[in-house]
Structures are given as C-alpha cells and as structure tokens.
C-alpha cells in the first residue's frame, strides 16, 4: 500500500495528466475487485475511447480542453475550458465520443464471437449499454447535447425516458443526471428562437440538422439492436 501510495504521489506532481492517471486506475482498482481485472480494464478502456473521441472532436474545433477524468460507477469525463460558440460545434463534440465509443465496443463484440469469450462480450455489451444510455436526449447528456441542433425544446422529450429509467431501476446516477437536468429545461422552456442570442447560437441550416438529426437517430437505432443482441449473448 505504501508504494502504491508513492506511485499515485508520483502521478499527482504531472498535473492534469497524472490526476487522469490516478482516476483511471483508481476507477480500475475498484471494477477489478468487484467483476475481474479482464473486464476493468475493457471498460475502463471503452471509457477512454469515448472520452478520447470528445478530446479530439473539441481540439479539432479550437476549444481548450482538459484530460478526462474517471470516478467508479459514474463514469468520466473531459473539462472544456471553453464552451462552444454555436450548437453544431457541441453537436459535433458530443457526437464524437458515442461514435468512437461504439467503434470501441463493436471490436470487443467481435472478438468476443470469434473467440467465444464471454468477457469481451460482456465488455461489449457494457459499451453498447452505456452509449446508448448516454444518448437519451437530455442535457447534460450527449444526447441532449447532440439534439440541441434541433431544438432546446426536444430535451422534454428525454425527461419522461429518464423518469422511466428511474422508475424500472432506481439509482443515484440517474438523480444526479435529473438534477444537473433541471438548468438546461428551464433553459428549454424559456427558448425563443426570435430572441437575437438564441438565433446566432442555434441558427443552422436545415441540412445539418436533418444530418445530425440522421446520424443521431441511425446510431441510437444501432445501439438498441447491438445492447438487445449481446443481452442475449451473455444471458444464454
């Protein structure tokens, strides 16, 4: 314990970057004692492919961003330092990580059937699970970050899905979301597209929405069919 204890000192003096480190192998530590070091470190790897998907997407789009952050059972996430000066671009930055996400989990679902292995499938089915869960389009989710080019207003369209999530299977996750929810719905409700702010925030053209609008819709689509597939898988 104690040279573990001078190992994570070590990682905290590189800053941003050891403080990422801490958090991942802390957030390993804790997977592996409950479900095995296999699946922690399949997870914890499909967290940072999610993550990394956000990083690059902002650095691409000239924000300044930190390295993401992990903690047990709520996940991780990367800082914007800056937030983005028109929706497309947090489309675009939200969107990245479900996409590389799920690119992530379908290589551990292949796996997983050509060797037979239950824990990739496992690992692959967490991923699929957790980005499409991530999807449900509510603010602060990537879901609702990605809608947001339609309108504030679909994000009362996510509300009632996460009542429902709640209600089939209670968890502290799922109050800290609907808690975090309730500024961007008062922003919703108080949405005015004539106001001149919210028109040079959310005015796109009609195409990227309906791209993103396709690509958001074909993804959450996927997602639901590969969750219900693998569930299956590792259920028989």
């Known amino acids: 314990m104690i040279k573990l204890a001078i190992g994570l000192f070590k990682f905290a003096k590189l800053g941003k970057i050891g403080i990422t480190l801490i958090s991942m192998i802390v957030s390993l530590a804790v997977y592996a004692m409950l479900f095995g070091w296999r699946y922690a470190a399949g997870f914890i790897a499909l967290l940072f492919l999610h993550e990394a998907g956000h990083y690059v997407a902002a650095q691409q ?22 937030q983005p000066v028109d929706v497309e671009t947090e489309a675009y930055v939200a969107m990245a990580g479900p996409l590389v996400g799920t690119l992530g989990a379908c290589v551990f679902y292949f796996i997983g059937c050509e060797t037979g292995d239950r824990t990739m499938l496992a690992i692959a089915y967490s991923g699929f699970f957790l980005n499409f869960f991530n999807l449900i389009p509510i603010s602060p989710l990537d879901g609702g970050r990605i809608t947001a080019i339609l309108s504030p207003r679909v994000w009362f369209a996510g509300l009632p899905i996460l009542v429902a999530a709640f209600v089939y299977r209670p968890s502290a996750l799922l109050v800290m979301i609907g808690v975090a929810a309730i500024p961007a719905l008062k ?50």
Do not use: C
């Open 61 to 82: 789009r000239g924000l300044n961003v930190g390295p993401p952050t992990f903690i047990p059972f709520v996940g991780a996430w990367i800082e914007l330092k800056e």
């Open 187 to 236: 922003q919703a409700w108080n949405y005015d597209a004539s106001d001149p702010e919210h028109a040079r925030y959310y005015g796109v053209s009609v195409q990227k929405k309906l791209e993103y609008g396709a690509l958001y819709l074909g993804l959450v689509a996927y997602l639901a069919i590969m969750t219900h597939e693998v569930h299956g898988m590792i259920g028989e």
